[in-house]
């Protein structure tokens, strides 16, 4: 009697384990084999363990019919079954394809420049409303007048353009004659204003010491030129060289050295 009835509540167990899927086809029942086999066979105060245990069906909503009895009766015989909910699997949602980029064009400027304009005339000369400041012009010193010695030793000798004065050696003395001589040259000079005075300033001495000849060239032509700039003739327009020694004739002695050629710049001396 006590087998009969539990073979009944095996029977409604299997029953609503298999009508389960259907009710919820979202849940997946799984069933123990040795908790159905032993059933019939152990005794009812065995104690089972938490794996054991028969799972707890909801009651059916309907009744079996009887082709699922037969079903549940056949499934009993051929042994334990294992039912697994079949769900349908949720179809993964398809990633949108991104766009390929456009391939990059050139951005246009943010700012556009205006195109160039050739103005039709040169702008107007600005007029001045006031008067230009006076400026303050500071010329040249001119240096002092070089002192005339009477007895000095030198003599003019005329140029093409220009004159020839000479010196005593060892000495850049003016006497009234040679002085007289360049004073004249630089009045012919102050008739043309384009023209440049030309002084080449020479000396005798020995050749393997021309530093001495040349200090007293330079000596001798500075004589001359402030002769010319206390006459009128700005020192912009005086062109002084300092040679020394003459070229090819300081192996001649009685050639005179100490001298000095003043001429204007369109003739050169003889």
Do not use: W
């Not at 123990?32 to 152990?42: F, H, P, V």
């Not at 009045?187 to 043309?192: G, P």
């Amino acid at each position: 009697m006590q087998s009969t009835s539990l073979s009944s509540q095996a029977l409604a167990a299997l029953c609503a384990l298999i009508l389960l899927p259907a009710a919820t086809a979202h849940a997946q029942v799984l069933t123990n084999s040795q908790a159905l086999d032993s059933l019939g066979d152990a005794p009812a105060a065995q104690p089972k363990s938490q794996e054991d245990k028969p799972v707890q069906a909801a009651p059916p909503q309907h009744k079996a019919p009887p082709a699922v009895k037969k079903e549940s009766e056949s499934a009993k015989k051929s042994g334990p079954v294992k039912s697994k909910a079949t769900a349908t699997p949720a179809q993964p949602k398809v990633a949108a394809t991104p766009e390929k980029p456009a391939t990059a064009s050139k951005a246009p400027p943010a700012h556009t420049p205006p195109a160039a304009t050739i103005p039709p005339a040169p702008p107007p000369v600005p007029k001045l409303t006031e008067p230009p400041p006076d400026i303050e012009l500071h010329p040249f010193p001119v240096p002092p007048q070089p002192t005339v010695d009477l007895k000095a030793v030198g003599e003019v000798q005329h140029l093409p353009n220009g004159v020839r004065i000479t010196f005593a050696a060892g000495s850049a003395d003016l006497n009234p004659t040679t002085h007289q001589a360049i004073l004249g040259f630089g009045q012919r000079l102050s008739d043309k204003p384009h023209v440049r005075a030309m002084i080449d300033a020479y000396s005798s001495g020995m050749a393997d010491d021309p530093s001495l000849p040349r200090r007293m060239a330079l000596s001798r032509g500075l004589a001359a030129r402030s002769v010319l700039m206390n006459g009128g003739i700005p020192s912009t327009r005086i062109y002084l060289r300092i040679i020394g020694i003459p070229k090819g004739q300081a192996a001649k002695p009685d050639t005179a050295q100490d001298h000095i050629d003043i001429y204007q710049s369109d003739a050169a001396p003889s």
